[in-house]
């Protein structure tokens, strides 16, 4: 349901704007309120999990979620749905960062927790794809108001069963770090929102040296390091260090970064360009990611099987390679392309790789993790998404942008010197050529960033086959301390 709620809302974009009046740039804030309170949130969630008990905080920001979307659903105006995708935003922080801890604390180390790392996975990964699928069924045979209300049955759902199901944490003794959760917080929150103001617009006109988006990333760095240094002096820091000095963890918090960073900005621009260039209506661009689904339930399921065997380290490194192969071949696409023939094959191929990768990431990311410390680890594996994913917008729009604008200018001056007047449907050619150049070269850029992230698996990953199988009797213990020992 978290996940989901990044991308519904982007099929159902236009008929917000013309329901509730957004102009072109207010509107981008429909997308930007969510992913920065979520991206800024998130280190305060899961830390507070681990201070105040892990089912509250889940079953908090599962009813926080809920009272936001059934608000967003009502609302009337422009500032009333930027609000209250904002209160999403800050109450998926809460639940989603809890929700990964209580399966580290849950489940032992090897089989038991593998089977229950693939499941969460496998909800992640295909939450952005039906998200895609589910608004255009919303905005085709109801309206887009639907994409809001469709969380309210599903939380209070999640919310009652939670409370009957899910086990309860003991709450850890420790003061709170409230200067280090202002100062991340704030720091998150600054980075999203110059990232989010940064990109290049479709008429090629460059944000990078706006005042705001300047003062923004100014502010970022100075607050995010401000959170460095004090949370190498406070006594109960929002970020323990330690969580940091395993190399395994740190190199998988750098890989989700670049997966978010490559995967959120391909499913933006791959969704404009087959609405766009390839006519496609909201529910037959649902329908066209639904090839992805299949394959990414395999991949989940054989990584599931195969970690133990192998090792996460081959896993990574073929899963990262798959995944940029994937998207080096949709680079290839053209205006004149086919479904069958431009967009299924990479599709199949990304959907492969990106399964078997989220299984592994967030093994790795969680393995040898204290129980008082699963909160904060959760949350960074969801940090590296958010992030990763302003960023991919931020710099593969500015790619994207800036080479459809400038193969644009080309065409016409082209046409110009041979005496055509660029008009009607040569017009409509041209752009059609444009968009698909300019939109390549962002894939390009994404297949770049997934190399980065098998560079970064070959560099850091060196984690034992033993440490995922529950083999290793010497292993740090990462379960409840308040739960039975295993036999």
């Known amino acids: 349901m978290v996940v989901l ?8 974009l236009p008929h917000i704007q013309t329901a509730l009046g957004f102009s072109g740039t207010n509107l981008e804030w429909v997308v930007n309120a969510y992913a920065i309170a979520f991206g800024g949130l998130l280190l305060l969630g899961g ?17 926080v979620f809920v009272l936001a979307s059934l608000l967003g659903g009502l609302a009337t105006d422009q500032a009333w749905l930027i609000a209250a995708r904002a209160v999403q935003g800050a109450g998926a922080a809460m639940a989603a960062p809890s929700a990964l801890s209580m399966i580290a604390v849950t489940f032992p180390e090897g089989p038991l927790r593998n089977r229950a790392m693939a499941v969460y996975a496998a909800m992640a990964a ?16 109801a309206n887009w108001r639907w994409v809001m209300f469709v969380n309210v049955p599903i939380g209070l759902a999640v919310a009652v069963l939670g409370a009957r199901i899910l086990p309860r944490s003991p709450r850890r003794a420790g003061g709170f770090d409230l200067p280090g959760a202002v100062t991340a917080t704030a720091g998150v929150a600054a980075l999203v929102y110059g990232l989010s103001n940064a990109a290049t617009t479709p008429d090629g006109v460059s944000h990078w040296g706006d005042a705001k988006v300047i003062a923004s990333l100014a502010a970022a760095i100075v607050l995010l390091t401000a959170f460095a240094v004090i949370e190498t002096r406070s006594t109960d820091p929002l ?8 190399r395994d963890r740190s190199g998988a918090y750098l890989i989700t970064l670049c997966v978010g960073t490559a995967m959120l900005g391909m499913f933006f621009f791959l969704t404009l360009f087959i609405q766009d260039v390839w006519g496609y209506n909201p529910l037959k661009t649902g329908l066209a990611y639904l090839p992805f689904v299949p394959l990414l339930l395999v991949g989940t399921v054989t990584s599931q099987q195969a970690v133990a065997r192998i090792g996460a380290r081959p896993l990574l490194v073929a899963s990262t390679a798959i995944a940029a192969g994937g998207m080096f071949w949709l680079s290839r696409t053209t205006e004149h392309s086919t479904f069958a023939g431009g967009m299924l094959g990479p599709e199949m191929v990304l959907g492969a790789g990106l399964g078997m990768l989220f299984v592994v990431v967030y093994l790795v990311g969680l393995t040898k993790i204290s129980s008082s410390d699963a909160g904060v680890a959760a949350s960074l594996v969801n940090v590296g998404q958010q992030v ?10 500015t790619v994207a942008w800036s080479a459809e604008a400038s193969n644009l200018r080309s065409q016409v001056a082209a046409a110009a010197r041979t005496g055509v007047h660029a008009s ?17 070269r962002g894939y390009l850029v ?6 980065l992230a098998l560079i970064i698996t070959v560099a850091a990953i060196r984690i ?3 440490d995922l199988s529950g083999a290793d009797p010497m292993s740090e213990p990462t379960g409840d301390p308040a739960a039975p020992s295993r036999p």
């Not at 999990?49 to 920001?61: K, M, T």
């Not at 994404?446 to 190399?451: D, F, I, K, N, T």
């Open 446 to 451: 994404s297949a770049g960033v997934l190399a």
């Open 464 to 466: 034992r086959r033993q």
């Open 126 to 141: 295909l939450g952005l794809v039906v998200g895609l699928i589910a608004g255009g069924l919303l905005v085709t045979y």
């Open 388 to 397: 990763g994913g302003a960023i991919g917008l931020a710099v593969v729009g």
């Open 424 to 440: 009607g449907a040569l017009r409509t050619q041209m752009y059609d050529h444009a968009l698909a150049t300019g939109f390549a």
């Open 239 to 246: 970020l323990p260090i330690r969580v940091l000095r395993n």
């Open 47 to 63: 830390r507070s999990g681990d201070l105040l008990e892990r089912r509250r905080i889940l079953i908090a920001g599962v009813l």
């Open 5 to 12: 709620d990044v991308t519904i809302v982007t099929v159902a």
